[in-house]
């Protein structure tokens, strides 16, 4: 059935039917393009994906696509970086907020400098954005693939 191809659009639906928090695996060859689908190259945790895509969605959630040599990793952010930086880290990365905000008192209290407080923020914020990381590669390792309707 190599000559069933997906559209970006079906794969959104597959996951908004399925809950928020699922995370699947798509084959290349079963979808279209990320760029055909009008999605916009992104930035996100590095997973050791070529390239980040995100597909706006209404109400600021997003389809986040990460494209690895030969699948896709897809699932649906609560909250579109592109409309909301903040509400993204919070929503779909709390523990890099969290790591750069304690980062930043401990920052503070040892060095009691603002110069000090962005350090320890700096350092907080990529260690937290370490745990996501791991986090997220744990959830999105025993994928599910979308059913053809
Ligand atoms: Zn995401």
Known sequence: MRNIVLTWAQVA???????????????KWQVEHPRVAGMRRSLGLPLGQMADWRMPYPGCH?????EFPDHYSVHIDRVNPHCDLPGHVAADAPAVGGGAALGALVGLVLGESAGAMLVGA????ALGAS????KEKAACAAP??????
């Not at 997003?62 to 990460?66: A, E, I, S």
């Not at 599910?144 to 309707?149: F, L, Y």
Request: charged share 20%; with cysteine.
């Open 13 to 27: 639906q597959h996951l908004a039917r399925n809950g928020r928090s699922a995370c699947i695996t798509i084959q």
């Open 62 to 66: 997003g389809l986040h696509v990460r």
């Open 122 to 125: 700096l350092i907080g914020g």
């Open 131 to 134: 745990a996501t990381a791991t």
């Open 144 to 149: 599910r693939r979308p059913r053809r309707a």
